[in-house]
């Protein structure tokens, strides 16, 4: 009985650490992504800015 309370104990104990361990994979693979989706939109965004600001000026200076 001692033997198997031990072995359940370390078991719960490997799956605490497993679980951590795939926690933070996760969080650290979703924080790449994010950012990385983050960048494209705001590249995206400042690129239609600029696009729109570019277009402004000429209206402005053909008018």
């Known amino acids: 009985m001692e033997f198997f309370s031990r072995y359940v104990i370390s078991g719960i104990r490997f799956c605490d650490f497993a679980l ?3 926690v ?3 969080k ?13 939109i705001w590249i995206s965004f ?3 800015l600029m696009h729109v600001f570019f277009v402004l000026i000429k209206y402005k200076m053909f008018t």
């Open 20 to 22: 951590d361990r795939v």
């Open 28 to 40: 650290y693979v979703f924080q790449v992504r994010f950012n990385f989706v983050v960048k494209i």
């Open 46 to 48: 400042t690129d239609m």
């Open 24 to 26: 933070a994979i996760c």
